[in-house]
């Protein structure tokens, strides 16, 4: 399971089988009006807020693929890639 959007049934899992999770730590930026929300290595952002100081990622969704860490400013967000 890698998608954290399937269900277990979605996924194929049988009853009796064994799972193993493994849980990341969540970590959150700030701008001025805004929030940014991602796990390390995780394809998944999430931003909420003023769209005008970063609250909304969806133009660059895409591009935010193996994210080790995000940083704000006043007004934005940066994604720092595992790529660099």
Do not use: M, Y
């Amino acid at each position: 399971l890698t998608n954290p959007e399937d269900s277990l049934q979605d996924s194929g899992v049988q009853d009796g089988e064994h799972l193993t999770a493994v849980a990341q730590q969540v970590k959150i930026a700030a701008s001025f009006r805004a929030f940014a929300l991602w796990c390390s290595g995780g394809n998944q952002v999430v931003a909420w807020g003023n769209p005008d100081f970063g609250g909304d990622c969806s133009a660059v969704k895409d591009q935010l693929r193996d994210v080790q860490q995000i940083q704000a400013t006043h007004l934005a967000f940066a994604a720092i890639l595992a790529d660099g």
